[in-house]
């Protein structure tokens, strides 16, 4: 019996060892095969993950600043677009609650509470504290949600109040995310292209003061588009919340005075010392159908056409889910970020057409003495620089660029047909790309 048992143990040893040396060098064989590690801002991104390659995406802190009356219908895209990937975020409204598991904090609990009891911009405000959305009627809500602008911005409630929000929000900022190195403010319809504006980071200090966005001005106070999103360092956000709260009583009445909350912002941030660099067009005001790429807002060497695109506004919320996806593509296909016009020439160009009823190209040249939709197509195709022409009542525009435009709403007291030259459209590609040379960011 014992004679057996040297036997059965040697062969179970070997047994063992045999196992063990195949395990080792299967990991062996799967630890040298993986692929050598490179910059992850050059890797593009999973199918089922594009958050894998936004690199310094940790190093932002992203406030979306809304309101109550259209948070519920704005807010839901963005958790699975705009927020997606971004894993430091605050949403700030003028009512605090929770949508979709997602919480929307008070961006105003912390004013002056006699601010807040006696100005008239507040009215709104503690009727919303009170009764929540349904202290409001029908009837109100449908009002203000078809105010129009005016010189001193738009007509309701909600707007008027929205000014007082960016000051608080800069404190709340730099308090929830003190280490973070940029602060980007955005609103309910912008839309970030995040490693478009990660890698346009990159060529700043962020350890030095720095306020990025596309300009304005009013008055004597040049500031960053609110709408369009703008970009703090720390070392300035730090300067303006310093400023304000040395000075609270001055730039609370300033606010009470004024009509536009980033201008507000941009005051401050005068008063502090910090200068904005003027960012358009790698930020933007428009939504990619309605940009006008000849722009020369921001100088005549600026044009959209030829640079990086990080930011635009008044996306309706059915169409972040689309742009998204086609950023995520293009993103997946290149190593290169979108340019304008890469977004023109395929998201754009391909939804244009010769006509389109109930629609507005934004053609913006009155010609006179023209009585039909053919009459106005004759005198652009008569033009030879005119591209496209929209026809309304008896009044005929042109325009020497192309843009998509968006569609009429119904009920609309004016209907609007557009039409396009599509035989000219090669050409004026081919000519705007030959207008870019080395073009590509906005820098100092």
Known sequence: MFIFLPSLFSRSFYRVFAVVLLFFLLQQYLYFRKSVPVNTGRLRADPESPCGSLKGIEDLFVILRTGATEAPKKLPVHFTTTLRCVPNYSIYSDYEEDIEGHHI????????PEIIASHSDFEYYRRLQAGGRDAFTAEELSQWATARNTKGGRDSPGWKLDKWKFLPLAEKALRARPNAKWYIFI???SYILWQTLLEWLSHFDASKPHYLGMQMQIADVVFAYGGGGFAISKPALKKL???????LAFYDEFTG???AGDCVLGKVMADAGVNLLWSFPTLSSDQPTDIDLNSTFGGGDKKPWCYYAASYHHLPPAEY???AKFEQNWNQEHTHRLRHRDVFRFYVLPRISSEAADWDNLSDVDQ???ISFDACRSVCENQPDCL???FSGQSCKTSTTLILGHQIPEGADERVKSGWVIERVKDYTERMDKSCGRKDWVLP
Not at 105 to 112: G, T
Not at 241 to 247: A, F, G, L, P, S
């Open 105 to 112: 904090f008070n961006a105003l609990d912390e004013v002056n």
């Open 388 to 390: 496209q022409f929209s």
């Open 368 to 370: 006179s003495e023209v």
């Open 187 to 189: 609103e309910s319809d």
């Open 321 to 323: 889910t689309k742009f």
């Open 257 to 259: 005075d004024h009509w």
């Open 241 to 247: 919340v310093q400023r304000r709260k040395e000075n």
